[in-house]
């Protein structure tokens, strides 16, 4: 499976973007990840294909909505009210492994290119 991860920009403080991430084939569970400069990697939403059963990093919780439309093998992160902590390397990641949603960067098999997405205050 290969991810294309697109949508990404520099855009203002309450600012919103809409990051993309198309699949080439069927996943069980996608999920959004972001690296900020200087910093690890870290969770940021994840959704399994079947149920929608999704799940938020506190950090975004309330601002972020990660979607996905079965049709076209895609998973979309709405980002809305951004701050300049937001700034970072947004990656897709999926997996085709059944089970639990799943927040740790080793559970994923399949990772996209990245994404740059900077906030401005």
């Known amino acids: 499976v290969q991810l294309q991860a697109s949508g990404g920009g520099l855009v203002r403080a309450e600012g919103s973007l809409r990051l993309s991430c198309a699949a080439s084939?069927?996943?069980?569970?996608m999920g959004w990840f972001r690296r900020p400069p200087g910093k690890d990697r870290e969770f940021v939403a994840a959704?399994?294909?079947?149920?929608?059963?999704?799940y938020y990093a506190d950090s975004v919780k309330g601002r972020f909505t990660i979607s996905r439309d079965n049709a076209k093998n895609t998973v979309y992160l709405q980002m809305n009210s951004l701050k300049p902590e937001d700034t970072a390397v947004y990656y897709c990641?999926?997996?085709?492994?059944?089970?639990?949603?799943?927040?740790?960067?080793?559970?994923?098999?399949?990772w996209g290119q990245g994404t740059q997405v900077t906030v401005s205050s």
């Open positions: 990641a999926a997996t085709k492994v059944a089970g639990r949603v799943r927040r740790y960067e080793y559970e994923y098999e399949y």
């Open positions: 084939g069927s996943t069980f569970m």
């Open positions: 959704i399994s294909w079947a149920g929608g059963t999704t």
